[in-house]
Structure formats: structure tokens, C-alpha cells
């Protein structure tokens, strides 16, 4: 079964951080979640799996996620 990018990333952190490379740690998860939930939006879209009146995955995402 495919996660979701939240129940990969809550797998993925560090849950008390204390060290610079913790941080770096879980910057690098979080850049890697929104990966894939851009990734799990898009494939939503091109399966017509979303009632979202949006012109494209990309586009959604920055209106959701503002990047």
C-alpha cells in the first residue's frame, strides 16, 4: 500500500532534533514530502481521480501549497 506523504514523513523525522545534521535531516524530509505529494496530486489529476476545476497538478499545488 502507497503512503501518504504525511504518514511518510511522520516516519520519517526526527522527532527531538538536537543536532545541525537532525535538522538537515528533517529539511531533507520535508523537501522529499512535498515531492511526493506534488507527485500524488499529479497522478490524482492525470487518472481524472480529483473533481477539482483546476487547469493542471502544478498549478493546484502552488495554489495549495504556495510553491
Known sequence: MKLTAIE?????LITEP???K??????????????????QIREAFCNGETSHDRID????FKETYGK
Open 22 to 39: 537532525d535538522f538537515e535531516h528533517n529539511e531533507k524530509c520535508w523537501e522529499k514530502a512535498e515531492l511526493i505529494e506534488y507527485n
Open 18 to 20: 538536537h543536532t545541525e
Open 57 to 60: 497538478a502544478q498549478q493546484y
Open 8 to 12: 511518510w514523513l511522520s516516519t520519517c
